[in-house]
């Protein structure tokens, strides 16, 4: 079983609509990130919350941590084509970084 | 600044065959993943480095996978024998921070099928 749920597993969608992604544990974390993974690449980090109930914005990209540090969602705004990607959320806990299978996001013009 | 290499970027071999990858970090950085990531899933963490020291393996089939890092930079993970379901690829990561904390910078990965 994964430590980290992620939903929903596929999402696919038309170019400007709105979407959110979903990182579920029954654990703490100390801290959370959020990765973006194309095909052929590894991993790029797009931020990192640690702060319960912490909000971040990247552009049309914003990122919740819940209240009790045991889940997060991203949300995207108007979502683009070059938004499609394998999104991956990963948790620090006793000095581990584990990773969610992830959501893969397709974004059609 | 150069990022993580890796290499081999693709290796096939024949089950009950042996392999190696090797991963040199970004110039510094302390910590060093090795993960494992099966086609449509996440990435699972095989063994973490702090410098030359192993800080977590347990998610590691010690029966066929090992790894090292001598001198605390470059690192290889080895499988041998090699099964179908070893079949993934695997990428090195490393980071700056202290283990647990911190940016994780990764390779592109290389791509083992075990056929």
């Known amino acids: 079983t994964q430590l980290l749920e992620q939903s929903p597993q596929f999402l696919s969608i038309q170019e400007g609509e709105n979407l959110t992604v979903y990182c579920n544990s029954s654990s703490v974390f100390s801290s959370l990130q959020w990765y973006r993974q194309e095909p052929g690449e590894g991993p790029v980090l797009l931020v990192t919350v640690v702060t319960g109930g912490e909000v971040k914005k990247l552009k049309r990209l914003t990122f919740q941590f819940g209240d009790a540090r045991k889940d997060s969602s991203l949300h995207i705004t108007a979502a683009q084509p070059g938004d499609t990607g394998l999104y991956l959320c990963a948790g620090a806990k006793n000095n581990d970084m584990r990773f969610g299978a992830g959501t893969r996001l397709t974004v059609k013009p | 600044e150069a990022g993580v290499a890796q290499s081999p970027r693709y290796k096939i071999i024949e089950k009950r065959q042996s392999v190696a990858f090797w991963c040199n970090p970004i110039s510094g950085h302390a910590t060093l993943y090795w993960y494992q990531q099966i086609l449509g899933q996440g990435p699972k963490l095989l063994i973490q480095f702090q410098n030359n020291g192993v800080v977590d393996d347990s998610q590691l089939p010690k029966d066929r996978f090992s790894a090292e890092r001598l001198k605390g930079v470059d690192s290889t993970l080895k499988i041998q024998p090699a099964k179908l379901e070893d079949s993934a690829v695997y990428l090195c990561?490393?980071?700056?921070?202290?283990?647990?904390?911190?940016?994780?910078?990764f390779g592109e990965g290389s791509r083992l099928t075990v056929l």
């Open positions: 990561a490393s980071s700056p921070d202290r283990v647990g904390t911190g940016e994780l910078f």
